[in-house]
């Protein structure tokens, strides 16, 4: 499985973006996709989470209600929808497949993507 992030950038406070995960390969109906952060210094947290085939979806306390993930399995791509986005949620983003619906930490994932940057402006 490859996954490739695309949409992040620069944007100010208030302001939106949306990230894309692009899989290929091999997949199967019972993965689910898992929404990770980075922001120098820290440790990698757990943003949000869809399972493949767009059924559930699971969000951190931190993001639910301005974050939205989707699975669109005809493009083969998922998204994170990024609205009232404020200088906290700048990091690196990365998308990540695994088996488990719901899961929150990255040892639950297998494959990952190479990350996009998201910059936060005040």
């Known amino acids: 499985v490859q996954l490739v992030e695309s949409g992040g950038g620069l944007v100010q406070a208030g302001g939106s973006l949306r990230l894309s995960c692009a899989a290929s390969?091999?997949?199967?109906?019972?993965?689910?996709v898992g929404w990770f952060r980075q922001a120098p210094g820290k440790e990698r947290e757990w943003v949000a989470a869809?399972?493949?085939?767009?059924?559930?979806?699971y969000y951190a306390d931190s993001v639910k209600g301005r974050f939205t993930t989707s699975s669109d399995n005809a493009k083969s791509t998922v998204y994170l929808q990024m609205n009232s986005l404020t200088p906290g949620d700048t990091a690196v983003y990365y998308c990540?497949?695994?088996?488990?619906?719901?899961?929150?930490?990255?040892?639950?994932?297998?494959?990952w993507g190479q990350g996009t940057q998201v910059t936060v402006s005040s």
């Open positions: 390969g091999q997949i199967y109906r019972s993965y689910a």
């Open positions: 869809v399972s493949w085939i767009g059924d559930s979806t």
């Open positions: 990540a497949m695994g088996p488990s619906r719901g899961a929150t930490m990255p040892y639950e994932y297998d494959h």
